[in-house]
Nanobody, 124 residues
Framework: QVQLVETGGGLVQPGGSLRLSCDAS????????MGWFRQAPGKEREFVSA????????YYADSVKDRFTISRDNTKNTVYLQMDSLKPDDTAVYYC?????????????????WGQGTQVIVSS
């Protein structure tokens, strides 16, 4: 079992920045590919970003490319999502997830464990 806890959400103005963190516990963190997903009100959950075990490969949805940056610190068992140039359309609950493969990493299929989510609101 892996437990995931997201923090860092909040209210931010358009054009602002937030950094989300996801702390993992329960099994060796470096075994897992880590992903971020989000779900806006009335919409399906969607892929945002993912990072491979060592951090050597990263993946982004087109909607966040060049604005969001994923990173991980395997010594701290933490994955981060730096979100810059935020837009109202980025408003959602953000979830981190852990899986064992990068196959299908932009879908929710490979992810075995999910956090409870952290709310991000982008509004003036």
């Amino acid at each position: 079992q892996v437990q995931l806890v997201e923090t860092g959400g909040g209210l931010v103005q358009p054009g602002g920045s937030l950094r989300l963190s996801c702390d993992a516990s329960g099994q060796p963190f470096s075994y897992y590919v880590m992903g971020w997903f989000r779900q806006a009100p009335g919409k399906e959950r969607e892929f945002v970003s993912a990072i491979s075990w060592s951090g050597g490969s990263s993946y982004y949805a087109d909607s966040v490319k060049d604005r969001f940056t994923i990173s991980r610190d395997n010594t701290k068992n933490t994955v981060y999502l730096q979100m810059d140039s935020l837009k109202p359309d980025d408003t959602a609950v953000y979830y981190c997830a852990a899986g064992r493969t990068v196959v299908g990493v932009t879908t929710d299929r490979p992810y075995q464990y999910w956090g409870q989510g952290t709310q991000v609101i982008v509004s003036s």
